[in-house]
T-cell receptor
Framework: GAVVSQHPSRVICKSGTSVKIECRSLDFQATTMFWYRQFPKKSLMLMATSNEGSKATYEQGVEKDKFLINHASLTLSTLTVTSAHPEDSSFYIC??????????FGPGTRLTVT | AQSVAQPEDQVNVAEGNPLTVKCTYSVSGNPYLFWYVQYPNRGLQFLLKYITGDNLVKGSYGFEAEFNKSQTSFHLKKPSALVSDSALYFCAVRGLVTGGGNKLTFGTGTQLKVEL
């Protein structure tokens, strides 16, 4: 299957600071990646669709100025949580759309805002 | 809009026994259905998908799922459970994202616990 990496796997930041999470498609050139957020023991919530070379498409209710997404190359998408607050603490997961109706997921990033 | 329901928060089964994890869906048009598994603090791993064709779909690690159009169900099954199958299982349906493309809508997940 596809190899998708995320960095960092865990990050702790102070309230008011920004943190960047990277999602890399290691063996596939991905024009489309997705960013999800998962709360403890809950389902995944799609935050946005990351499109290479263009602006991300955000789901309703997701603040685009708070969750900045950049998809500058076919192998890298980044999610920056700006001015983080404790309520932003969550598990963030990216996925790569590889076609054939399949998405392959990264291992996730645990963000804790203190 | 599409939706997925997983009616059981948790399923307990003894090792060696068959297991079933239930999923029902609602979608306009043809359903594209998926099962994923998540181990603690990890991303999701693809198990299997139904796009078209045979109603019984075979996937990874001995899992299979049966598509039932009349009951709008896509239950995950395995003939003989292993302790290592203990994990969180998500059913998902594929639909349209805002502005085009395709997205997955996930169910709430079912925690499978396989005991000796």
């Amino acid at each position: 299957g596809a190899v998708v990496s995320q960095h960092p796997s865990r990050v702790i930041c102070k309230s008011g600071t920004s943190v960047k999470i990277e999602c890399r498609s290691l063996d596939f050139q991905a024009t489309t990646m997705f960013w999800y957020r998962q709360f403890p023991k809950k389902s995944l919530m799609l935050m946005a669709t990351s499109n290479e070379g263009s602006k991300a498409t955000y789901e309703q209710g997701v603040e685009k100025d708070k969750f900045l997404i950049n998809h500058a190359s076919l192998t890298l998408s980044t999610l920056t949580v700006t001015s983080a607050h404790p309520e932003d603490s969550s598990f963030y997961i990216c996925s790569v759309d590889r076609g054939h109706y399949e998405q392959y997921f990264g291992p996730g990033t645990r963000l804790t805002v203190t | 809009a599409q939706s997925v329901a997983q009616p059981e928060d948790q399923v307990n089964v003894a090792e060696g026994n068959p297991l079933t994890v239930k999923c029902t869906y609602s979608v306009s048009g043809n359903p594209y259905l998926f099962w994923y598994v998540q181990y603690p603090n990890r991303g999701l791993q693809f198990l299997l998908k139904y796009i078209t064709g045979d109603n019984l779909v075979k996937g990874s690690y001995g899992f299979e799922a049966e598509f039932n159009k009349s009951q709008t169900s896509f239950h995950l099954k395995k003939p003989s459970a292993l302790v290592s199958d203990s994990a969180l299982y998500f059913c998902a349906v594929r639909g349209l994202v805002t502005g085009g493309g395709n997205k997955l809508t996930f169910g709430t997940g079912t925690q499978l616990k396989v005991e000796l």
